[in-house]
């Protein structure tokens, strides 16, 4: 990349898995060390990354992932399920989501859900802090700063590894370092600027991409005074089923209140990830929330 609009779009298409399906478990972790536990049922399907090249999509198609997450816990929001889809080309188009609501039993077109749309069920991320960065990157001017070296998580089986169980892991502060893998490695640093005259809660945000397959393994987010407020880690491990390095347990810290966010969190889950699985896209339809809901 040559300039900070090429370096971001690395961030946002690496390759990574075609499909992905788990039921996950999030721990939301405060300052008093209380947690508050959150399950999801949750699946993805990327065209993009088709193992098959024949059939592997564009970046000039109109979609470039699919979603579907049905909550389970908390109990207040158990039965809602969230389908949609992210475009490739945000200039035309924006990520569509449909929700389907077990109170009403209907399913209801979702509100915009991109940029800082805060991921319940405690708000601790927003919805572009996925994977560090996803979505349109229209709302800041994103500056390349260049390769540095870095420790940064990286080859981490033991987190996310069946043995190792939540009260080990899920620790006051941060999640148990004794479980964290991290390695020297080069990284490709972005910066983005929040544009005048567009919101976000983000002022600034550093994103650190490992140079050889631009996952994005780290970032840090600056509020409006300039201050470090939320620092964000992805502990990737190599996955033989799909052939690509995939996301673990992802962790995001609030540097102001001491709280953070462990999700992903797949050791005591029902079903551990299920990688490069075929799926139809028919699976993240309006419809498919209704079925799912009820």
Avoid at 152 to 170: A, T
Wanted: glycine letters at 6%; proline letters at 6%; a neutral charge.
């Amino acid at each position: 990349p040559k300039t900070g609009n090429e370096a971001i779009w690395n961030v946002i298409n690496p390759h990574r898995a075609w499909t992905e399906y788990t039921i996950f478990d999030t721990a939301d972790v405060y300052e008093n060390g209380t947690i508050a536990w959150g399950k999801s049922e949750f699946k993805t399907l990327n065209p993009g990354n088709n193992p098959d090249p024949k059939k592997r999509s564009k970046y000039d198609d109109p979609i470039n992932a699919y979603f579907f997450q049905k909550t389970l816990l908390p109990a207040r929001s158990a039965g809602e399920v969230a389908v949609g889809f992210q475009p490739n080309n945000f200039k035309d188009n924006a990520t569509q989501a449909w929700q389907y609501q077990p109170g009403i039993r209907r399913v209801r077109k979702a509100p915009e859900v991109g940029f800082d749309y805060p991921v319940p069920p405690a708000g601790l991320r927003t919805v572009d802090d996925d994977y560090i960065f996803n979505g349109s990157p229209e709302r800041y001017n994103w500056k390349l700063i260049g390769k540095k070296e870095l420790f940064v998580p990286w080859h981490n089986f033991k987190i996310n590894d069946p043995s190792v169980k939540y009260d080990q892991l899920v620790t006051p502060n941060t999640i148990n370092p004794e479980f964290v893998r991290y390695e020297l490695k080069r990284v490709w640093v972005t910066e983005g600027n929040l544009k005048d005259g567009v919101r976000h809660i983000y002022k600034k945000r550093h994103i650190y991409s490992d140079e050889d397959t631009w996952l994005s393994m780290t970032s840090d987010s600056y509020d409006a005074q300039d201050q470090l407020w939320r620092m964000n880690m992805v502990m990737f491990f190599y996955s033989q089923q799909s052939g690509t390095y995939h996301r673990g347990v992802s962790v995001y810290h609030n540097m102001t209140s001491g709280a953070y966010e462990a999700t992903y969190l797949v050791n005591e889950s029902d079903k551990w990830w299920e990688l490069n699985q075929k799926m139809k896209k028919q699976e993240f339809s309006p419809q498919a929330a209704e079925r799912a809901g009820q």
